[in-house]
């Protein structure tokens, strides 16, 4: 853990910092990347924290941008909600620089925090001054992670706009898929669309109860990142503030730590989940199949 | 007599607003009365899909609010059902086709041929949010036991205060075990942040997703352990007084697990 | 080292850690965070003022204080629980802020004159 400090002077010198080093060298812009789904609560903010943490662990310069306007939830995520002190409308509205509203995350020094204003609309966000800001952001970091809210009306539009790929974040169910299939759609031909499936619960997939990776993905048609198991863990890391792949053991986290290096340009197999018969599976077929 | 017309909403997607609504639907449509849904969702529908209603769709609610057709015409009567209908949302248009005054006149329009209109609200506090609760003079707050849903649901309920309507909650996807270990807020901590009256309580139950993939609403088939619970939702809605079902006391199959998982 | 920091932190020492409880500590503050449109530390910071001001005339049980925000009807208040331990029988008079008194003691005690308002401080009364 990082000796506690001011977390506000820190993030800000820092920032600032990474800009001065920037400058002298040749420009080269980071990646912006949306995460994106149409349909709500099937793990976009989860996603986004996630592989901005496993992105960071790998040395790589991470800026994480909450979209949600009125909503916004990374900060939670991410344990960052009580450092918060300014956000990006603060930044599109001129009344903070940038990196006076970057929060740094307590566990890596090269990862940091736009959070989305709470008490605002999201018609109050100026379209094309977020296009400024997210290239301004390319220009200091390596990648630019952007959490899009739910729906496809101007938050989704604000979100994108500054984009050039977009990692679509899709759940085995048919209302999912659906508003995925819509959400590629009015992405069009940009942003090379990518899929992380979430929350597939294989016992589920197993018994036919649950739509498999081959079934979403034969509608949806797009290079897969990787597949994620459904676990409570994501609960409790919810409620701690502390993403999953902080950790490097558990199934998850291997899970987000590989989509990292595919997004990273790395050659290694998208992570998947396998259906194991565990001892309680077999004991519930024997008690007549209620579980 | 003008029905009931009970928004339901949550801020944030995904907690289950549509099989909510589906569900409670359904229910009361099985206590005998004549229930209209209303997909709000312009753009993004599903309520269609989660009755397994999607091939049936002619018109929607945009062309009924633009006069290309009747109310009537675009009302999908559900066949297992006949006080069952859905109000379909367009899904090739944008959320702004619409104004709040004239959802508010759809609604009222819908109130004069049905006991109860439930409106089906999208994700997030957008244009899309503001319609869906024009119409309402009840909501139903959606959230589940996780902290973003209930900021989320705090935000919504800061919204509704705002204009007056009258609000319940429900809490969905409660699994008992994570609250009993502790990993998991319990009923009390979200009534007690949340401070509205409680409605319901639903534990996350794997039928749903089974259930929703084949477009049945679980209160229509046999046998399924959610179909009680929502059955309770319904008639509290009526106005009874309905204890609500401790689920932090396991019952004796959770024990014979519990004990299984321990050894 | 805000309030929830100092929370995990003694959870983790004492190894027995309730996410359930963490995320509620975290939602309380977060809430009244929004509702307020002040950052945490900002409202963590009210929350001491205004204990402040009140123990200047009662000693209060600085562990037991519950300050929460909450609707009610329409409108948005402030909910002070702080429980009395006893009541001071000479209230402190209301002055500007502690720090500020300190200062003129120390002031006084520099031009070797007996510090005015010696009573500030008055044995809680039993």
Do not use: W
Not at chain 2, 140 to 153: H, K, L
Request: proline share 5%; net charge negative; aromatic share 4%.
């Amino acid at each position: 853990m990082l000796p506690l400090r001011q977390p506000f002077d820190v993030a800000h010198d820092d920032a600032q910092a990474n800009a001065a080093q920037t400058s002298g060298a040749p420009l080269t812009l980071g990646r912006a990347i949306v995460v994106t789904s149409g349909k709500g609560g099937v793990g976009k903010t989860t996603t986004t924290a996630n592989l901005g943490v496993a992105l960071a662990k790998r040395g790589a310069k991470v800026a994480l941008v909450d979209a949600d306007v009125g909503l916004r939830n990374l900060d939670i995520l991410m344990g960052l909600e009580s450092r918060v002190r300014h956000h990006v409308l603060d930044v599109l509205e001129e009344k903070v620089e940038l990196n006076e509203a970057l929060v740094r995350d307590k566990n890596f020094p090269n990862l940091f925090l736009l959070a989305a204003a709470q008490s605002r609309e999201k018609d109050e966000v100026d379209t094309e001054s977020m296009r400024d800001l997210i290239e301004e952001l390319r220009e200091q970091f390596d990648y630019v992670l952007i959490d899009c809210p739910a729906g496809i009306e101007m938050g989704f539009t604000n979100a994108v706009v500054g984009a050039q790929e977009a990692i679509v974040v899709c759940t085995p169910e048919v209302s999912a898929v659906r508003d995925v299939d819509r959400v590629v759609g009015l992405l069009g031909n940009a942003f090379s669309p990518q899929l992380i499936i979430n929350r597939v619960r294989p016992h589920l997939v197993h018994k036919g109860k649950m739509l498999s990776v081959e079934d979403v993905n034969s509608i949806l048609r797009l290079p897969l990142l990787g597949v994620i198991a459904d676990e409570p863990d994501v609960i409790v890391s919810t409620n701690k503030g502390e993403p999953l792949a902080l950790r490097t053991d558990t199934a998850t986290a291997k899970a987000y730590h590989t989509i990292a290096a595919r997004i990273a340009g790395e050659d290694v197999p998208a992570p998947m989940v396998e259906y194991k018969e565990t001892f309680m599976d077999k004991l519930g077929s024997l008690l007549g199949g209620r579980r | 007599m003008k029905a009931r017309k009970i928004v339901l909403t949550s801020g944030k997607g995904g907690v289950g607003k549509t099989t909510a609504t589906v569900n409670i639907g359904a229910a009361l449509a099985k206590r005998g009365h004549r229930v209209i849904l209303v997909d709000t969702d312009i753009g993004l529908r599903n309520l269609d899909l989660v009755l397994g209603l999607e091939k049936r769709i002619v018109f929607d609610l945009v062309e009924v609010i633009e006069g290309r057709c009747q109310v009537r015409q675009a009302l999908i009567k559900d066949k297992r059902f006949e006080s069952l209908a859905i109000l379909p949302a367009a899904q090739t248009r944008n959320k702004d086709s619409i104004t709040e005054a004239q959802m508010a006149r759809l609604i009222d329009e819908l109130a004069d041929m049905a006991d109860y209109v439930l409106i089906d609200c999208p994700a997030g506090i957008e244009g899309g949010f503001r319609n869906a609760i024009a119409g309402a003079d009840e909501a139903i707050v959606v959230t589940t036991p996780e902290v973003s849903a209930i900021r989320d649901a705090d935000r919504v309920i800061g919204k509704l205060a705002e204009r007056s309507i009258p609000m319940r909650l429900i809490i969905n996807r409660i699994r008992p075990d994570m609250v009993r270990s502790g990993d998991m807020l319990s009923i009390d901590d979200v009534c007690e942040i949340l401070s509205i009256e409680l409605l319901g309580i639903i534990p996350d139950d794997e039928e749903i997703i089974d259930t929703t993939n084949r477009g049945e609403p679980l209160v229509l088939g046999e046998g399924y352990r959610l179909r009680g619970i929502y059955e309770k939702i319904v008639r509290r809605l009526e106005g009874d007084l309905i204890p609500f079902t401790n689920l932090d006391a396991p019952g004796f199959f959770g024990r014979l697990i519990g004990a299984l998982k321990a050894g | 080292m805000t309030f929830n920091d100092v929370f995990n932190n003694l959870n983790r020492l004492f190894g027995r850690e309730k996410s359930g409880e963490t995320a509620k500590e975290r939602l309380r503050l977060v809430l009244m965070s929004d509702h307020l449109s002040l950052a945490p530390d900002m409202v963590e910071a009210m929350k001491r003022d205004l204990v402040e001001v009140v123990s200047r005339y009662v000693e209060v049980d600085r562990d037991k204080i519950d300050v929460r925000f909450e609707h009610q009807d329409s409108v948005f208040a402030m909910l002070a629980n702080v429980p009395i331990i006893s009541v001071n029988r000479t209230p402190s008079p209301p002055a500007g802020p502690p720090r500020r008194r300190r200062r003129k003691k120390r002031l006084a005690q520099q031009n070797g004159q007996a510090p005015p308002q010696s009573t500030i401080n008055p044995a809680p009364a039993t």
